[in-house]
């Protein structure tokens, strides 16, 4: 992403194949992030995260789609932030149960 200029409180985290880009979105009071890459990649999303939140709290994790490279951090960031909302598309809850 290099050249282009996001607003303030909205942060890429870019990866190569087989994961996907990672954004954190930094809130006055929340903090979201879409996608939590591929399971191979949770602890570099994982620390990627805590140290752009500063010690905060990550409040809600929106899942785009179930895919592995998707999804696969999820639990790493659910172990790290006890209270993480986690979101996944409509109907693909039976998916993961």
């Known amino acids: ?3 282009i200029q996001l607003p303030n409180g909205i942060q890429v985290f ?16 929340s903090s979201a992030l879409v996608d939590s890459g591929y399971s191979t990649h949770a602890e570099l999303t994982a620390g990627l995260v805590s140290a752009a ?8 994790l929106l899942n785009t789609h179930l895919h592995s490279d998707h999804c696969g951090g ?13 979101l996944i598309p409509p109907g693909h809850a039976s998916l993961v149960s």
Request: proline residues 5%.
């Open 1 to 3: 992403m290099t050249g």
């Open 14 to 29: 870019e990866r190569g194949w087989l994961s996907s880009n990672n954004i954190l979105f930094l809130g006055s009071a």
């Open 53 to 60: 939140l500063q010690q905060g709290p990550l409040d809600l």
């Open 74 to 86: 999820n639990a790493a960031l659910q172990g790290n932030y006890p209270e993480l909302q986690t």
